[in-house]
Structures are given as C-alpha cells and as structure tokens.
C-alpha cells in the first residue's frame, strides 16, 4: 500500500525551464564558450547539471571547464533563474489532497537542496512537504539512485510503500534501483522514446491524474 510519495521537482511541480538555460547561456558565455541562441538545450533540465554542461563542451563531467560552467550558472542560478519559474497546473491543489488524505510527500530532486528549499518556500509549496532531498553544492546525490536511497534511509521508509512522480528517465531509473515503482508525468521535459525505454508503471498527463494511479 503507498504511503509515501517521491516527487521530482524540475519539470515535475514547477517549470524552470527561462531561469535553467538562460543560466546556462550565461554560465558557458562567461567562460569562453558561447552557445548559438537557436541551439536547444532544453534538454539539460532535470539530468545533473555539471554534466550537461560537460556535455555541450565535449568535456569529462569532471573537466575544469565544466566546473568553471557551473560556477557561472550558479552566479546567475541563485540571484535571479530561481524565480525564473512557474507551477505547473493544479499542482498546488493535488499536493494540498494529497496530504490531506495521509500521503506523506517527499521533493526528491537532483537540483541542490539549498536551491529547491527557496524555489518550494517562493511558491508556498514547502507546506505539503515532510522532506526536502536534494544534492549537495559539492555534487553529492546529483545520481538520482543515490538520492533516492539516502532518502530512504534517513526517513527510514520501506521501498514497497513508496512511488516516485518524475518528468525524467533518471526518476525512473533511479527509483526502480531502489524497489520503487514510478509515474512519469508526460507534460515535463522527458520524450516518448525516454519513457519507452525506461518503462513506468504509469503516465499522467496532467499532475492531478496521480490519484488515478495511487488506487492501482
């Protein structure tokens, strides 16, 4: 029976996605490496950013350039992209029902736990939630599997009474990891041919669809 209930929060509760790439077009102009205005790089919403980045510059995730990146994303990311943001339709409502109803929520997020806390406090978010896991500025539990089991660990939760809510194959990949079953919301950042690969349990096309799921 679930009881806990894993939610992702870019492209999963809120779309980031003017404040991420706006961000990261400052981040990778600053340091020498500008990126074509019509180049798509929505795409590096919700994986581990230092690696995205690494990846636009053919680098290892843990070149000195792809750290000099972050760095002057961040610069940008912490004063003005948080808020460059928006909650996705009813969101704030099914997270109020959820709790209502005894589910306890967790935000399980790859984005850094200093930012997610004032990104869920900015939208009055953080009253639905009992726990708020992020990685560490120093790249600690970017891996969504990682996450995910300290998550467990420190709330002391049974996998068989969990299920995560992501817009990502890394939610699925790393909740299944973990003995989680998974509902993929479909209006996010992930492809059709991510989720035929990764294969969750559900997919929703709109947040408020999770009750459908939770009875199942």
Request: proline share 5%; glycine share 8%.
């Amino acid at each position: 029976m679930i009881q806990n209930i894993l939610i992702d929060l870019d492209g999963t509760l809120t779309d980031p996605k003017v404040g991420i790439t706006t961000s990261a077009r400052y981040g990778l102009e600053k340091i020498g490496h500008p990126i074509h205005p019509d180049t798509n790089i929505d795409w590096i919403i919700g994986p581990p950013l230092k690696a995205s980045l690494a990846k636009i510059l053919n680098v290892a995730s843990n070149h000195v350039l792809a750290e000099q990146a972050l760095e002057a994303y961040r610069e940008r990311f912490a004063v003005t992209g948080l808020y460059e943001n928006k909650v996705f339709p009813e969101v704030a409502e099914t997270l109020a029902e959820l709790k209502r109803r005894g589910y306890r929520l967790f935000l399980a997020t790859a984005k850094p736990t200093v930012y997610a806390r004032q990104i869920l406090e900015h939208f009055e978010l953080d009253q639905y939630f009992k726990g708020i896991y992020g990685s560490e500025l120093n790249g600690d539990r970017t891996n969504k599997g990682d996450l995910i089991e300290y998550l467990l660990q420190q709330e002391q939760l049974d996998p068989a009474t969990c299920i995560m809510v992501g817009d990502r194959e890394h939610d699925i990949f790393g909740a299944r990891h973990n003995g989680i079953e998974t509902i993929a919301v479909t209006y996010g950042y992930g492809s059709p041919e991510e989720f035929a690969q990764a294969e969750p349990k559900f997919q929703i096309q709109r947040f408020n669809e999770i009750f459908d799921c939770l009875g199942k």
